[in-house]
């Protein structure tokens, strides 16, 4: 839970992510953590994912003090609209 509250919290410090939702496994030894997401339009794919894979694998070495963590992946599940504006 611990994990999955830091992604969690992670992904909301970035406007560009709508929603974000994350699957932690434990593989041979090591902790692998998917998250899956909806961004905003108008967000650069590439930056944004590796942003988010850095801060993630940060956060989680540094406050939890996990040094077995395997791979960190962001899936990019869709784009959310932006709202229409108010006649």
Known sequence: NAIQEIV?????QFVEVGKARSD?????GQIHIKVRLKLRVKTR???ISNELQRQITHAIRHDLGIENLGEVNVIV????????PKA
Request: include cysteine; charged fraction near 45%.
């Open 8 to 12: 969690q919290r992670t992904c909301e």
């Open 24 to 28: 932690i496994r434990k593989i041979k």
């Open 45 to 47: 794919l590439q930056d």
């Open 77 to 84: 599940k869709g784009f959310l609209a932006e709202p229409r």
